[in-house]
């Protein structure tokens, strides 16, 4: 079982990752826009349907961890990935920007999950 703060980094840079992932499809689906591959496994990622309903229960499953008296709810999820902004919490995790995802050594993270 993980800690708190060990559920507070996962659930950190798995917000990172969903937000590009979403940020992605949706420009794909409006402008036809492929983005640059940081990796193969964000490219799967990119392709596959699920991919963000995943991470969303992820990132619910360790707010669980982090209170657990967390009900988990459409505007709580809203309120996790939106209580700080995605470039801070790139910068905390020795990120460029919320695009450097080769910092976060992804399939290592994803393995977590």
């Given amino acids: 079982m993980l800690s708190r703060e060990e559920a507070k980094e996962l659930q950190d840079k798995l917000i990172i990752i969903y937000k ?3 940020h992605q ?3 794909k689906g409006l402008f036809g826009y492929r983005p640059p591959m940081v990796s193969n496994l964000v490219e799967k990622l990119l392709k596959t349907s699920g991919s963000e309903k995943i991470l969303k229960e992820a990132i619910m499953e360790l707010e669980t961890i982090i209170k ?3 009900q988990k709810s459409e505007e709580l999820f809203y309120h996790i990935i939106n209580r700080e902004d995605v470039e801070f919490i790139a910068k905390r995790y020795g990120m460029k920007d919320s695009w450097d995802l080769k910092r976060l050594k992804i399939e290592k993270i994803l393995r977590k999950i």
Avoid: C
């Fill in 68 to 70: 657990p008296d967390t």
């Fill in 25 to 27: 499809k949706h420009l």
């Fill in 20 to 22: 590009f992932i979403s």
